[in-house]
């Protein structure tokens, strides 16, 4: 999924068309009327805007439609095109196709062509129905209103002429209403009419192979007949229908006729879930108006999805053929289905028998992953709030604090920041924000992708994965979701409003009710229909929402997910994945597609023609709620396999973590044993190594999925190994719940747990760490703490993986991806005086290549541990892991220190151990519910060194919202300054637009607020120029570091006094005049 050509996969059109429509857009875009002053609307403590933000694209202004429809408009639909342009494209109803012209609605009854890599069904013109008066204006058609699975389209001649006419998906009949006009019938060729005369109301035709009746009004004529164009003469009455007939008989053509005159009016889908069976009722509804006689109902055509599992099923002889296998037939007024929840996992049961440390290495190297606090376009972006999400249920079942409150505190800053529509000093952004367009009614984030925007392409796509990282704060932090829940909900309306009256959004945007699964084209102009790739992409939205309603307590928007998730798994099951092997034609080469369309499916791509693409992009994201796929074991077998020979290993080259996933689901050691042989693979964009690995492990304990149980709540799962079940259940809830599944089992589940046969998971004891342990140069990677007391040098990281073989006892990759270079001295106090200790130093050369290009010596309190020292001559190599240890005493004063002298070019190390000693280890205590990182506690202050680690006294840096981190090695003059920072505080900053808000002062108390500045980037005054407020109080006014300090590199401190707020906050707001604000330290004393 990357470049370009992806755009084509989401847009589902063609490049003709992205020539037409983008020559249209830029004119639209000179003159957006809505591009004018923001108007910002608040929701909570977010907000959006329903100003389109300067230099965007969006959707277009014209919406084809009359004056009868209204508000919100249905996008991603069957129908959809036919409001987007004129003229429109193809529509796929099914079993007919149609399209609609300025000459009227034509006709198709598709053929199924089968090819190896595609089926085609394209619409083909079997005949035109339009009105005696020829072609309309080509303002026409227009639509005219819609239910659940029906359009109306109204083509208008002026002056009270005018044909409109309604088609439904499952309908095999078109229903028209004619004013002033008479129906007339333009054929490629002369039909052969089989029943019926000129006198006749009605007649029976063939053409191009497909049967058809014609349904005039009783009493009316037709003329025309044996030539190319058939007219019905109404007699005065204003109704017309049309049928295509599975043959040519009497009988058959009389069973239609029953209910030619029973024109359906409006169709409604109707779900509950049954929570105490785990089932999904789902009732479809065709309202009629009979024309004639007094007969109600109509003949519905079921797709596979609906009749396999339909209730009381009694079909009609009748069948049609379609893209989508075989449609059968029932008449009535409606139908209803039921269909088995087999239940989703917002996380996997901590029960895997894994090594404890690499599981920690592989989080804790994930967390100091280097994250902008703005994620970016909302694709890409939830994407990265997805694999954050899915860290932290992990550190905290590893019992890793500072790891848990870190992500805790990126993930709902970065939603946060997107959720807000103004910039710290309430100006309107004019990027990250999202935009309600009500127009069309749809809510649009900015940066946006793949024309989420333009088309309204993909929302369901996007928003999934914001609304797992949504529920995921839920869990963690209820009080998130007073303050941005009303903007998560605002995402749910806008991919799947369950209102059909709400006059923001449209009913169930994304997804398609009859036909049982999503559309991701919002405008659908292509000739082959609409199209979905991702199917697991969809399926993800709808577990986000399931998890999102269990979270927040709101069970109609739970039981909103359950129906969308069961049904789009089934329809899933069907059209992509073939389960039952009857739905593909015969010819075709696979029994999968990657690509359905209305009109076709396509076993490939837009972006790439690997097999892995191709088959893994209807199974990513890969989360504890895709056990569907693992519902028909053989099935996967039988997809796995088929990969396999595809790409002509099961050695992945890409999206490894995907398919050891998926493999993992029904044969977790042959998982587990492909993840071990590819050490250094990339994870994908919404994964991380940590993930992956805990995940194998667990189902290597827990089994495959065992789909023959279920249980009374909606978050479970049911596995077996061997002759073991295992049964596990979830409790989102704020209070204790029994679970009982179908086979008789039940326990209890506390408040906010996992339990699994009746045992409640609960996080690990860490190891207990070995002494003190440091990671020069980077953050906490447990056991070692971030990096702290050091003198001098500058740090740098790296992706490289490190090669730790030749290493007993390595510390994690992550350490030795970091490292503090140039000359520079580690100082350890608290030590027993006089006392030996073991000094373990881990090195490795992630720079330079060769032997001789990095030498320097290293002492232990003045005596020459290491002399003329090349890591890549000890290591063998770069990338290669070294230690060296030796014993160091401890000075009368319990003070060890390590000095690094450069030889030539810098000095470096990665870690540091002195093994028995004490006093900079994390604590192992059990996570906290909420994210704030080394608190000031009992209004005491705290010291901050913004932009970096922790350095004593100051902490690392926390409680900032925006604004970017940066480091440089420039030493720092203190000379003028009372009471400075360590160095290496000045030799960090945060810079851009930010807030800190000091959280756990004392309300009322008036505390001393001092800023340290240095100036390590710019030369002269007027090039760094910035305001500073203390709780909305100015303090700095067009603060310029170089005027005020007189000079670069040399610090300045500004001291303030600030009162704590009534909640015992104080809030530092750093603005931008000229560059960018900044600031390297904070203390609030």
């Known amino acids: 999924m990357r470049g370009t050509l992806r755009l084509f996969a989401r847009y589902g059109r063609v490049l003709i068309v992205l020539s037409l429509i983008l020559m249209s857009f830029l004119l639209i875009r000179t003159i957006d009327p809505r591009a004018h002053a923001a108007s910002i609307v608040p929701v909570g403590s977010g907000s959006y805007t329903t100003t389109l933000p300067p230099n965007v694209n969006a959707p277009p202004n014209k919406i084809y439609r009359t004056s009868r429809v209204t508000g919100p408009m249905p996008t991603n639909d069957w129908w959809t095109s036919v409001a987007w342009a004129q003229p429109s494209f193809p529509i796929y109803p099914l079993p007919l196709a149609l399209q609609a012209t300025t000459t009227g609605i034509g006709v198709s009854y598709p053929n199924l062509q089968a090819e190896q890599v595609a089926v085609h069904a394209g619409y083909q013109t079997d005949f035109t129905l339009g009105a005696s008066t020829g072609t309309f204006p080509s303002s026409n058609p227009l639509v005219d209103g819609y239910s659940d699975w029906t359009v109306s389209l109204l083509w208008d001649a002026g002056g009270g002429s005018n044909m409109r006419v309604t088609s439904g998906q499952g309908s095999p009949y078109l229903y028209a209403t004619f004013a002033k006009e008479n129906p007339q019938i333009t054929f490629p060729a002369t039909p052969t009419v089989w029943s019926g005369t000129a006198s006749s109301s009605v007649l029976g035709i063939t053409v191009n192979g497909h049967n058809y009746a014609l349904f005039g009004p009783s009493g009316s004529t037709w003329s025309g007949l044996g030539t190319t164009t058939f007219t019905n003469d109404l007699k005065g009455k204003t109704y017309f229908s049309l049928a295509a007939l599975p043959d040519a008989t009497a009988a058959t053509l009389q069973t239609y006729q029953r209910y030619a005159y029973s024109f359906v009016t409006g169709t409604q889908v109707n779900w509950s879930y049954d929570q105490s069976r785990s089932q999904v009722h789902t009732t479809y509804t065709f309202t009629t108006q009979a024309q004639e006689g007094t007969q109600t109902g109509t003949i519905m055509a ?63 190297a994930a967390n100091n992953q280097s994250r902008d606090p703005s994620v970016g376009d909302t694709y890409w972006g939830g994407k990265a709030l997805l694999q954050v999400a899915s860290l932290l249920p992990l550190a905290r079942q590893a019992g890793l604090n500072s790891a848990y409150n870190h992500l805790l505190s990126w993930l709902e800053g970065a939603m946060a920041d ?24 749809t809510l649009i984030g900015y940066p946006a992708s793949y024309g989420s925007e333009s088309d309204l392409n993909d929302h369901h796509f996007h928003y999934g994965y914001w609304l797992d990282a949504a529920a995921t704060i839920a869990r963690a932090d209820p009080s998130w979701v007073g303050k941005y829940g009303g903007m998560v909900n605002l995402l749910v309306n806008d991919i799947a409003d369950p209102s059909r009256t709400d006059s923001q959004f449209p009913f169930l945007r994304n997804f398609s009710p009859y036909e049982g699964h999503s559309w991701a084209s919002g405008s659908e102009l292509a000739s082959w229909g609409n199209n979905q790739e991702s199917s697991s992409e969809a399926i993800n939205a709808w577990a986000g929402l399931i998890q999102w309603g269990t979270a927040t307590g709101n069970t109609q928007l739970r039981d909103l997910g359950i129906y969308l998730y069961t049904t789009e798994t089934q329809a899933v099951d069907q059209y992509w994945f073939n389960v039952n092997h009857d739905n593909f034609a015969t010819g075709y080469g696979y029994n999968y597609t990657a690509q359905v369309w209305g009109g076709q499916i396509w076993n490939g791509t837009y972006f790439s023609a690997d097999p892995q693409d191709i088959r893994g992009i209807n199974l990513l994201p890969i989360t504890p709620a895709s056990l569907y796929l693992a519902n028909n074991t053989s099935y996967e077998q039988e997809f796995l396999q088929a990969l396999t020979n595809e790409h002509g290993s099961n050695t992945w080259s890409e999206w490894q973590d995907t398919f050891w996933e998926y493999q993992a689901l029904i044969d977790a050691p042959g998982a587990i044993s492909l993840f071990n042989a590819q050490p250094n693979y990339t994870p994908g964009a919404s994964e991380s190594k940590a993930f992956t690995y805990s995940m194998l492990y667990d189902l290597q304990t827990l089994g495959q999925v065992n789909a023959a149980v279920t249980a009374n709540t909606p978050l479970y799962a049911v596995f077996k190994q061997g002759s073991t079940v295992n ?15 179908s086979d008789g089992t039940s326990f209890s589940v506390p408040a906010g747990s996992i339990a699994v046969n009746g045992t409640v998971i609960q996080p690990r004891t860490l190891p207990p760490p070995t002494g003190l342990q440091i990671n020069a140069g980077g953050g906490e990677a447990y056991p070692f703490a971030a990096d702290q007391n050091f003198s001098g040098g500058a740090t740098t990281s790296t992706n490289t993986a490190i090669n730790t073989s030749g290493v007993s006892n390595p510390a994690p990759q992550y350490v030795y991806q970091s490292n503090r270079y140039g000359s520079f001295t580690y100082t350890f106090s608290h030590l027993t005086p006089n006392i030996s200790y073991p000094v373990r130093l881990h090195f490795a050369e992630t720079y330079w290549t060769q032997a001789g290009q990095r030498v320097f010596n290293v002492s232990a309190n003045g005596q020459q541990t290491l002399a003329n020292f090349d890591i890549v001559a000890a290591a063998g190599g770069a990338n290669k892991a070294v230690v060296k240890q030796f014993n160091a005493t401890a000075d009368g004063n319990g003070t060890i220190t390590l000095q ?48 970096g680690n922790a350095v004593s006294p100051f902490i690392a840096d926390t409680d900032f919202s925006g604004g970017t981190a940066v480091t440089s090695g420039n030493t720092v003059s203190t000379s003028g300054v009372t009471n400075p920072a360590p160095q290496a505080v000045y030799q960090t900053n945060r810079y851009g637009n930010f807030t800190y808000t000091i959280p756990n002062l004392t309300p009322g108390k008036s505390y001393t607020v001092r800023l340290h500045f240095a100036e390590t980037y710019w030369t002269q005054t007027g090039q760094r120029i910035f305001n500073v407020s203390l709780n909305g109080q100015q303090v700095l006014a067009n603060f310029d570091i170089v005027a005020s300090a007189g000079g670069v590199n040399k610090a300045v401190v500004k001291q303030f006094t600030a009162t704590a ?10 603005v931008t005049i000229v560059d960018n604000a900044q600031v390297n330290g904070i203390e609030v004393l």
Do not use: C
């Not at 049609?320 to 009535?332: D, F, N, P, Q, V």
């Not at 710290?424 to 309600?436: E, I, M, V």
């Not at 049964?727 to 599944?741: D, K, L």
């Open 302 to 364: 079921l797709f596979p999805n609906q009749w396999k599992v339909a209730d009381s099923f009694s079909p009609l002889a009748y069948t049609y053929h379609s893209i989508r296998g075989t449609m059968k037939t029932l008449a009535g007024s409606s139908f209803s289905t039921t269909l088995t929840y087999h239940g989703i996992l917002p996380v996997f049961p901590d029960v895997g028998q894994y090594n404890q440390n690499t599981l920690i290495d592989y989080i804790e």
């Open 418 to 441: 997107h959720f807000t529509a103004t910039d710290a000093s309430g100006n309107a952004k004019t990027t990250n924000l999202f935009y309600y367009d009500s127009n069309w009614g």
């Open 727 to 741: 049964h596990v259940a979830y409790n989102a809830g704020s209070a204790a719940i029994t679970v009982t599944f």
């Open 900 to 947: 690094f002298t450069t030889v030539k070019d810098n000095a470096e190390v990665s870690g540091i151990e002195v093994v028995g000693a004490g006093g900079t280890q994390p604590t192992p205590t059990p996570t906290p519910p909420t994210p704030t990182p080394n608190p000031p506690t009992g209004g005491s202050g705290v010291q901050i060194n913004s932009g």
């Open 1061 to 1070: 707020d009534s909640a015992g906050k104080i809030t530092i707001q750093f």
